[in-house]
């Protein structure tokens, strides 16, 4: 029994280095049972599911049959059927397990959906497109993220200049530690589309990214709510910021998480460390999806205005 393999589709050649990076894709809670989201990572296209024992999968968006995207399919629970061929692969392992054309026969070994490393922390799954071998460990935690007490002061923050574009630290290939200090709660912000490299959106940030985590001071329109003059902003490598309040709001913090879709289009992931609850907590986080769109639609403008800027920045 012969079946047409597609020729598989390679990640961009300038994000080769960021293969055995760990990034976030989604927010857990968007990755619903009996539904497949369809998003991308470094130009690769994939496919996420939850099957019903819990269990997030990250596959390459196509089915091995005739490519077909995977992301239109059926999420049955314990499988992906594919919407073309009803060709179905097993959660976990990717393993081609029926075709409808050949109902009796087994399908070959050889045959299955290309699997991608995944992990589910912080509120987010997170992807790793390089090999990840079965027996692979759980990549160990990076050291903790600095606390506000001992964040670089503004004058010590990186520049645009020594903050190259797509680098990949030492220690890419572990999950990043997002410590949530004593007191405070985590919880994951709205995730916001940008169409810009992920470099342009870091340098934004490091000019500084301004917000309250007091809902006192957040009432009334934008242009009248109060925040602090600025906030200091770290960078922990190209890909994960923190912007953190000025002494008065120092038990406040947000971790920006970055994930490159492509060479320029960018998805902005937020982890908030604050304290509050109920109505309140809900008013500071409709606040920071009120500034991260701020902060997207001056850094589209900017690359508008500065077209051969943004594609400096993207094909360094």
């Known amino acids: 029994m012969a079946h ?20 976030p894709v989604a927010r857990g809670e968007e990755v619903i049972s009996r539904h497949v989201v369809q998003t991308q990572l470094l130009g690769q296209e994939i496919a996420v599911w939850r099957d019903d024992a819990g269990s997030v999968n990250a596959w390459e968006n196509r089915c091995p049959h005739r490519g077909v995207r995977l992301s239109i399919g059926f999420n049955t629970g314990t499988e992906l059927r594919c919407q073309y061929h009803g060709w179905r ?15 009796t026969q087994k399908p070959s070994s050889a045959i299955r959906a290309g699997v991608y490393g995944v992990l589910e922390q912080y509120g987010f799954v997170w992807v790793r497109l390089g090999q990840q071998p079965a027996d692979t460990p759980v990549p160990p935690a990076a ?10 002061t503004p004058a010590t923050l990186p ?25 405070l709660q985590a919880t994951s912000l709205r995730s916001i589309f940008v ?21 006192s001071r957040l009432q009334g329109s934008p242009d009248e709510v109060l925040m602090s003059a600025a906030s200091v902003v770290v960078a922990h490598d190209a890909f994960t910021l923190t912007a953190t309040l000025d002494a008065h709001d120092a038990d406040a913090s947000v971790t920006f998480l970055l994930q490159p879709m492509t060479e320029s289009q960018t998805v902005i992931h937020g982890l908030l460390h604050a ?25 589209e403008g900017a690359g508008r205005a500065s077209p051969g800027k943004s594609a400096a920045v993207a094909n360094p």
């Open 89 to 103: 692969y097993a959660s976990g392992s990717g393993q081609c397990t029926f075709i409808p054309a050949h109902p």
């Open 159 to 183: 520049t645009p200049a020594t903050l190259p574009a797509l680098a990949i630290p030492a220690t890419a290939a572990t999950l990043p530690a997002l410590a949530t200090p004593a007191g």
């Open 275 to 299: 304290d509050g609850a109920g109505a309140d907590r809900l008013t500071v986080l409709r606040h920071h999806g009120s500034q991260m769109t701020a902060l997207r639609d001056a850094v």
């Open 143 to 152: 050291p903790a993220l600095p606390t506000a007490a001992i964040l670089p």
């Open 4 to 23: 047409e393999l597609m020729s598989e589709k390679r990640p961009q050649a300038s994000f080769s280095n960021g293969l055995d990076r760990w990034f």
């Open 195 to 215: 169409e810009a490299p992920a470099s342009m959106i870091a340098e934004a940030l490091l000019r500084g990214y301004r917000f309250s985590a007091d809902p």
